[in-house]
């Protein structure tokens, strides 16, 4: 039944894809001929912009999704890609190569229903994965570090208690967590539970500062569910019941503007910086649509304008994003599908990485 539908929905993106691509190429042929064309000048604007492609050897073996895929990470210096998916009796962590290839699937226990999923130290010999779990049972409600194996190193907040303290640390449905190069962490807090919370840590998981009221008001969240850190420092939160994306300085954690023109017909799920740093990527599970804007320059916020648009079939249900920062490919966790797909960016008449 699952196989079914996947196949179904990778069949139809595809398709849509495919066709796309085709009346692009079609339409630039055709006003080649007519300089003076619409057509021409229509395809004059998508010139070196972003645009993605679905690979649909990824992965190869797409039956091994026996969940509802939540979240996903990539390692671009050792080429593995982590998918983490829930339900019952299911491995919570499956392990692939970025060439397709199964690599592994975490049987811990330790995960109850992970939610984001973060790869930190990617560099180095020891990378790590940070997952939050919104599970109510007994190791819920808390941010585990584990091992590139899916070895449990360490645990923020209180296992199996919801809460909002700092001392000692709690969650309530921790939606996902950010760790910047330097250590620091930024948490958005939670998934519909009690707290609607931007927290930032130091690397000795001290609190630095943090913004926790409810409500529709600047630094004021409902539902915060992602959360990236640019070069600029500014922090970019998806505060996804507010129908918003928020900007905070990284450093001090004063409120720097707010983008929500872009996000009339529903909310942000997912934000995520390109290699190049020109785009930010954002997921609309809803819409079953994944937006490319603008980046800011440095010292400006401004309105959000959209790009260029991934539509996926209807009920894909995209969720979380990640990127290769080595090739720019784009891997989505999608709720509704019950699996992960990757993306190759190309753009028309231009370079985009």
Known sequence: MFMKKRGHTCLVVSTMISLVL??????????????????????????????????????????????????????????????AQRGDKVPKVLVFTIDGDFLMPWNTTTLEMPHGIFLADASSSNPTIWITDVGNGPYGHCIKQYSASGKLLQVLGTPGKAGSGLDPLQFDQPAEIFVHDSGEMYIVDGDGGMNNRLIKLSKEKEVLWMHGEKGQGLAQFYIPHSVTVDSAQRVWVADRGNKRIQVFNSITGDWLGTWGSCFTEDAPYSVRLTPDKKYFIVVQLNTNQISLLDAPPVGLIGQCRVVSMIQLADEVKPHLVDLDLKTGALYVAEIGAQQAQKFTPFSLGGSFL
């Not at 969940?67 to 050792?78: K, L, M, P, R, T």
């Open 22 to 83: 085709l009346m692009m190429v079609l339409y630039g042929t055709f006003s080649s001929q007519q300089p003076g064309s619409s057509s021409l000048r229509h395809d004059s604007q998508l010139l070196g912009r972003p645009l993605y492609k679905l690979d649909l050897s990824w992965p190869k073996n797409p039956e091994l999704f026996t969940g509802e895929v939540f979240g996903v990470a990539v390692n671009q210096y050792d080429g593995v890609v982590y998918v």
